[in-house]
């Protein structure tokens, strides 16, 4: 439908109900109407000059740029853009001493959808918050608020990583110094106990933990020392500090035991254990 400018509207409105300002001293003027919601809204605009306008969110659902403050004229700019069939649905406008609001009749006859103050005197006014372009410009503010907030947020939890990533290097490397230096000492011990030894010079080096190639190395040949495996029917796959076994065994109890050795490993951190059983020969 084409929608003809506000001021005509108004024009054709006048033309077929009184709603001529009411003087100052008789707020609330009484005022009956129905109509399509946009002719409602422009009779509360004409009648009461210094109104305010509230949406029941429980009736027309939340409204991202505020339910409360809001001329009737704004109102009307807001469903031309968010819902302008909103406009052209029955509603009845009732100001009177019990009832004061707009009324969507498909929606509820008990709820309004819109709540009014008139501008009585002695009625307090709820603070007028601006029209579509500047609860739009106040929406677009608080999402960049926001925005910013995030973005400080995450840059915080990235540098909290990095230090506590720098914190666990630094650990793990005094683990490993302090490791070296017990294995050095418990190799000095057995020496000690010999009578007539009066000092010991300790040049042992004692290794890290083994790369993924000496760590596969030594998997292999501890499987093959172990009794209880056949290490010809496994295969070894190294994955940093993981490693996967394969292959076919005889029994439960062997495939655990190939576990175990491997769990046995220095350097081994999880284990992924895919050996098959077969009873077959």
């Not at 990235?158 to 418990?186: F, G, K, S």
Request: charged share 25%; net charge negative.
């Amino acid at each position: 439908m084409e929608q003809r400018p506000i001021q005509e509207q108004q024009k054709a409105l006048e033309s077929r109900v009184d709603i001529r300002r009411a003087p100052p001293s008789s707020y609330p003027w009484p005022l009956q109407l129905t109509e399509p919601l946009q002719i409602s809204l422009l009779a509360v605009a004409n009648r009461y000059p210094s109104h305010s306008v509230d949406m029941n969110e429980a009736v027309l659902g939340l409204q991202p740029l505020g339910a409360e403050g809001w001329r009737a004229l704004d109102l009307i700019e807001l469903l031309q853009h968010t819902a302008p069939e909103l406009l052209h649905e029955e509603s009845r406008l009732e100001v009177t001493t019990q009832r004061r609001g707009i009324y969507l009749l498909e929606l509820s006859e008990q709820l309004p959808a819109f709540w009014l103050h008139c501008g009585e005197e002695g009625e307090k006014m709820p603070d007028y918050r601006g029209g579509l372009a500047s609860r739009q410009a106040e929406q677009m503010q608080e999402r960049d608020k926001k925005m910013v907030k995030l973005l400080d947020r995450v840059i915080y939890l990235e540098t909290v990583i990095e230090e506590l990533q720098c914190t666990i290097r630094d650990q793990a490397r005094v683990i490993e110094q302090l490791r070296r230096q017990l294995a050095t000492r418990e190799a000095e011990r057995p020496v000690e106990r010999f009578s007539g030894v009066r000092g010991v010079s300790n040049l042992i080096v004692v290794r890290s933990h083994p790369l993924s190639g000496d760590l596969k190395q030594q998997i292999e040949q501890a499987l093959v020392r172990n009794a209880q495996t056949d290490a010809q029917g496994i295969t070894v796959e190294v994955q940093g500090s993981k490693v996967i076994l394969r292959g076919t065994v005889r029994s439960y109890a062997e495939k655990q035991a190939a576990e175990e050795v491997v769990r046995s490993a220095l350097g081994v951190g999880q284990v992924d254990n895919r050996i098959v059983i077969s009873l077959r020969p």
